[in-house]
């Protein structure tokens, strides 16, 4: 191994895996994605109090990661819920949350009645 110092964003992780990107990675599971753009979403928030002038170049960011972390976690619901219900199901490719969010509400509001 070299002595030069190494960027831990490549590093290998626990098992050897390192971040990875598409099909290549260890997991699949959309709730897991989600929780990490909620997460990257939290964390620019966190910089925005900081309260310096960066802020207005960081609002976008943080209304995208907040707004993709919600649509991911309504795909991965279509897909649990279905899955519970032993239905499964594959998830709704939309990037709409709107689109995402009606068929969710008709399972809900059938399970109330």
């Not at 994605?33 to 997460?39: I, S």
């Not at 960066?54 to 976008?60: K, N, P, Q, S």
């Not at 707004?67 to 649990?80: D, G, Q, S």
Request: with cysteine; proline share 5%.
């Amino acid at each position: 191994m070299s002595t030069e110092k190494q960027n831990r964003l490549f590093a290998a992780g626990p098992f050897g895996l390192n971040a990875c990107v598409g099909g290549n990675g260890p997991r699949k599971d959309l709730w897991v994605y989600a929780v990490g753009y909620r997460r990257a979403g939290d964390a620019l928030v966190r910089e925005a109090f900081n309260g310096d002038e960066r802020t207005d170049f960081i609002v976008y960011p943080i209304v995208y990661n907040y707004r993709h972390a919600i649509e991911l976690y309504l795909k991965a619901l279509w897909v649990k819920v279905h899955f519970l219900c032993g239905n499964p199901r594959k998830p709704i490719f939309t990037h709409s949350v709107v689109a995402l969010w009606a068929p969710m509400r008709l399972v809900m509001d059938a399970d109330r009645n």
